[in-house]
């Protein structure tokens, strides 16, 4: 792979964390994310899931700054993204995991909508996977080919272990186009 082409997978994936666009990665770039989750699935922050997805975004914010805020400003630059982020969690992709699960678990059950029986879903249809990842920026396309791919068992939905291990291996594993 070229540079251009790293440089420009790299991009895509700090956009992904960059939700306001404003150039660096901060708290507020999560929470915009829970908001827009909870907006699209009509949840209010209030319920128990509304809670349960600020609460894993901020740990994801946490683990994120963590490993990769590294002079303590409270915001990931896009070289501290590269450095920290990139470089570090492709050395370790199970701590990337470990600090995204609360924040994906909790997101799949937003997505999945209200379970009658009260109990807490460990699946999201695949179409409300695709509505996840389009209301947090992918494009159209895109979020349709992906929310796919996540089902890899093609059940049609997406357990939590699916996405765990597909949005770690999309931001630790920079490999060319296939
Ligand atoms: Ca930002
Ligand atoms: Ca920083």
Redesign the pocket.
């Known amino acids: 792979m070229d540079s251009a082409e790293y440089e420009r997978k790299i991009a895509h994936r700090f956009a992904a964390f960059d939700q306001d666009g404003n150039g660096?990665i901060d708290r507020a770039d999560f929470n915009a994310a829970a908001a827009r989750l909870l907006t699209e699935f009509g949840t209010t922050a209030r319920c128990d899931r509304g809670q349960s997805l600020y609460t894993g975004a901020e740990a994801f914010w946490q683990g994120m700054a963590g490993i990769?805020?590294?002079?303590?400003?409270?915001?990931?630059?896009r070289e501290?993204f590269i450095g920290g982020a990139v470089k570090r969690l492709r050395d370790n992709p199970d701590r990337f995991a470990e600090i995204a699960r609360p924040f994906l678990r909790a997101a799949i059950a937003v997505a999945a909508g209200a379970d009658p029986e009260g109990a807490e879903p460990a699946s999201a249809p695949v179409a409300a996977v695709e509505r996840a990842l389009r209301v947090l920026g992918a494009a159209d396309d895109i979020a349709s080919v992906a929310a796919r791919s996540l089902d890899t068992d093609k059940d049609g939905r997406i357990a939590e272990a699916e996405a765990v291990a597909a949005f770690s291996a999309y931001f630790t594993v920079i490999e060319p186009d296939a």
């Not at 990769?68 to 400003?73: L, P, Q, Y």
Request: glycine content about 8%; aromatic content about 8%.
């Open positions: 660096y990769a805020d590294v002079d303590g400003d409270q915001r990931v630059t501290e």
